[in-house]
């Protein structure tokens, strides 16, 4: 449980909600394109790149594209999604996003699992 509480840290400095600030870029995320309804996932910052959208509730592996390679991430569903990194047996949460949040990670997140929590 401690090592999955010192993730949650880490992750909540790493991925910043849009609402926080409104550069041109943070912006730019606002008008990304994430059907209704769903979780969309980009290989790029501010909702550029490949887009991926999870499909139903429950959890989701990533494949390549996308697996280790997600830089930003839109909730625009009805439910928490919280993403981890399968690392040694382990499940490291690296982030979560509540209904309506989006935003980037800043940093190198090893992202290969989404969890809709429905």
């Not at 992750?11 to 926080?20: E, V």
């Not at 990533?62 to 991430?73: G, H, R, T, V, W």
Request: proline letters at 5%; one cysteine or more.
């Amino acid at each position: 449980m401690t090592r999955i509480k010192a993730a949650a840290a880490l992750a909540a400095a790493a991925l910043l909600p849009t609402a926080l600030a409104a550069t041109p870029a943070q912006a730019a995320l606002a008008a990304c394109d994430c059907p209704s309804g769903y979780s969309c996932y980009w290989t790029g910052l501010n909702g550029t790149g490949q887009r991926w959208v999870a499909p139903t509730c429950g959890t989701h592996y990533l494949n390549e594209p996308f697996k280790d390679n997600i830089y930003s991430a839109k909730n625009g569903g009805s439910d928490l999604a919280i993403m981890y990194q399968l690392s040694n047996g382990w499940w490291e949460l690296k982030g979560y996003l509540y209904p309506g949040e989006q935003g980037n990670f800043h940093a190198y997140t090893g992202m290969d699992v989404v969890a809709i929590d429905c």
